[in-house]
């Protein structure tokens, strides 16, 4: 079995489990944020007026909390959903919520791993698509939409159909001006955005042995953009060991038999990859950054569970260091407390002497909340996921994405640039 | 379940495009319905009628885990989304919510309907029959476990065996 399917038959009482069974599995922990943690509420008031009681969650200790979407309060509409969330964890007894402004907080995705949320082995589902970035810890992560969730919160178990494995095996040695988003864009462009609907895409080989975790988190978090249902790397030293610097609880790392069935194998050559980019208006979309490099820029976004974390804002700010961006700059750190190491380390001081604005841990432009939203025409680069029409404001504006170096070159010459382009 | 059919033949129809981001924050399932599809057709929301279906190209409802694309749809009147293929979420949130139907066709039905059909579709036949063509084509069966939440009216109808 893959590591997935083991993770599946475990949580779901069987010996073997194969691709293409259905199972209700149990499961470890889940996440709902402001957006979907309302829609769960909405969905046991419906469940409450139909004549049901619901006194409790099937288990208080495996419910976590963020705020992340329209915070800080946008509007009085996000200021009652974050009241909906206090609510919520005070009637169920949740101790784990992220509130902002009170210490850490920060993005789902980005909090799921630094503050060891989830586990590796474990069985973690999200009220968000994104969910898959967890998986870089080696467990089965998966976002679901607020019925699911709150089925989960009653029930603590949700079927699944356990999804064929696709295996992408990364050999080489990463080339210094390329970074894992670079990898995942030619991935999602070569294969397009449906390769991995309703699949797994798993990540192996040389390169990911030598990869940061902050950097695998960005190849799990995009399998959402292929269409995968979960994204995975097996635990290795540098997992097991990022994990116990963040929690003691015990844990069962999970591999993969050595037999095991990959529905297909992909092998990528990193060495040989050049800088990339997804132009609007889908992360297939892709192109070399020096192919656009005529292209002028309004806006250079770094943020994002995708991008702000600490790897990312570090890189940015190696690139960016000493020089002044030519364009609007927005960094968000992803959290709390990347923001607060960003700080102590001096990479804040790099972005607001390079111009920039920084921004609250937020979902914020991303998603088109608030934060720097576009225009009509306007012209973004950024270290987000999605390039949609209207993804990140105006159904018209354009977003293109790509690596926080590409997008911190980028921010300094006001065109589209690759990082080897940057003089001085 | 009958309607008139409103297509629109591209593939990978996302979530910010079915109701835009900015939207996430209501959950008032009316006010919601009010923007369906706003990110690609404003003229949608006047034109559509109670029971109609969608028809579009492959991985339908790609993107985000927003239940709030199929309840927009539903909402707005949408009673089956027919389409080559569905994104995994929004195929989930479509059944285990009871809001609308996620019905594969093949390449015959999606090239053969044509927008403002009138359609009739028959999930215990697993047929779509085009009125206006004189036409039937077959959908794709649900699975099994679909079949049993779908006949339940949604998984929190549903007890598993």
Known sequence: MTIT??????????????????????????????????????????????GKRIEKVWDPDRVWIAEDHFVPAVDKIAAENIITLERMSERFGIKKH??????????????????????????????????????????????????????????????????????????????????????????????GTDVANYK?????????????????????????EAGAKNGIIEPDERT?????????????????????EY???????????????????????IAYARELSSVEIDKAYIGSCTGAKYTDLLEAARMIKGKKAKVRLEVLPASQSIYMRALNDGLLSIFLEAGAVIGPPTCGACCGAHMGVLAKDEVCIS?????????????????????????????????????RDVVG | MRGKVHKYARDNIDTDVIIPGPYLKIMDHNELAKHAMEGLDREFVKKVKKGDFILAGRNFGCGSSREHAPIALSYAGISA??????????????????????????EDAYNGIEDGDELE??????????????????????PPLIKRIVDAGGLFNYTPE
């Open chain 1, 240 to 260: 097991i060991a990022y994990v116990k610097e963040r929690t003691d609880r015990p844990f069962k790392a999970v591999k993969g038999d050595e037999d095991a």
């Open chain 2, 81 to 106: 989304v027919l389409a080559l293929s569905f994104a995994r979420i929004f195929y989930r949130n479509a059944v285990d919510g009871a809001y609308l139907l996620p019905i594969e066709v093949g």
């Open chain 1, 98 to 191: 992220f509130r902002y402004g009170m210490g850490q907080y920060g993005i789902c995705h980005t909090l799921s791993h630094e503050e060891a949320m989830v586990l590796p082995g474990e069985v973690y589902v999200g009220g968000d698509s994104h969910t898959n970035t967890t998986g870089a810890l080696g467990c089965f992560a998966t976002g679901m939409g607020h019925t699911d969730i709150a089925y989960v919160l009653m029930h603590g178990k949700i079927w699944f159909r356990v999804p064929e494995t696709l295996l992408f095996k990364l050999e080489g040695h990463i080339p210094p001006y390329i970074m894992a988003k670079d990898i995942i864009l030619k991935i999602i462009g070569d294969n």
């Open chain 1, 200 to 224: 797994a895409m798993q990540f192996a080989g040389s390169a990911i042995a030598e990869m940061p975790m902050d950097e695998r988190f960005t190849l799990t978090n995009m399998t959402t």
């Open chain 1, 263 to 285: 529905e297909e194998v992909f092998t990528y050559e990193v060495d040989k990859l050049e800088p990339i980019v997804a132009k609007p208006y889908s992360p297939a979309n």
């Open chain 2, 121 to 142: 579709i028959d999930v215990e036949r697993n047929e779509v029959r085009n009125l206006s063509k004189g036409k039937v084509y077959a959908m794709k069966p649900f």
């Open chain 1, 383 to 419: 270290t987000t996921n999605r390039n949609f029409p209207g993804r990140m404001g105006h159904v018209e504006s354009k977003t293109y994405l790509a690596s926080p170096k590409v997008v911190a070159a980028s921010a300094v010459t006001g065109r589209i640039t690759d990082p």
């Open chain 1, 5 to 50: 399917e083991k993770i599946l038959a475990r949580a779901s009482n069987r010996e073997r489990v194969a691709a293409g069974d259905v199972v209700f599995a149990n499961v470890d922990k889940v996440m709902v944020h402001d957006v979907s943690g309302p829609g769960v509420m909405m969905v046991l008031r419906e469940l409450e007026r139909r």
